[in-house]
């Protein structure tokens, strides 16, 4: 199984998510980076998708957004990405109709933007709303990777949050796994879900 053969490398979570990624989004498809930080996630997916393809990236903070489109500008020459400065809560009101059920990776990041105000955190309510609308827009046999936060203030409820949320998923409809970086409880975990 990809999960296992991934896990025995030893790899920190992020690059374990974009590994998973690698292995389920080509180029010319669709992706979206629902929590787009500093760019760094928008960036890896755009160079996967390439200049065929297209990322849709999200976030709340114009900080994040426009420092994305610096990292994107500095690593791309591609017009392949659309970013919007809202919540990813929106996610199914902002990407055009025609792209639902067709996008192959999407990837949260949860938290604060890193090198930002630690009090601007992503909120339990609107992630559980951002993952119902992902699971529609993803394709078939797409990836949905979240990496969660527990050690910062509202992050271990998020996380919670999230566990619940994924036990709740149709197990005939989504291969579901949790990794997490450490037995601490304020560890990092990140969660790769796959589509049917």
Known sequence: MIFQDIMK???????????????HLKAGEFAIDATVGNGHDTVFLAKQVSDQGLVFGFDIQLQAIESAQTN????LNFKNTKLFNTSHENLSDFIPSQYHGRIKAIMFNLGYLPGG??????????TLLALNQAIELLATHGVLTIMA??????????????????????????????I????????????FIIKH
């Open 9 to 23: 490398k030893r790899n920190s979570l992020t690059e374990q998510a974009h590994q998973l990624i690698l292995n």
């Open 72 to 75: 994107l500008s500095n690593e």
């Open 149 to 178: 936060y527990p050690g910062h203030s509202g992050g271990k409820e998020e996380t919670q949050q999230i566990k619940q949320w994924c036990k709740q998923l149709n197990m005939n409809e989504f291969d579901i796994e949790q």
């Open 180 to 191: 997490n970086s450490s037995e601490k409880e304020t560890a990092p975990v990140l969660f």
């Open 117 to 126: 105000h630690k009090t601007i955190i992503t909120q339990s309510d609107s």
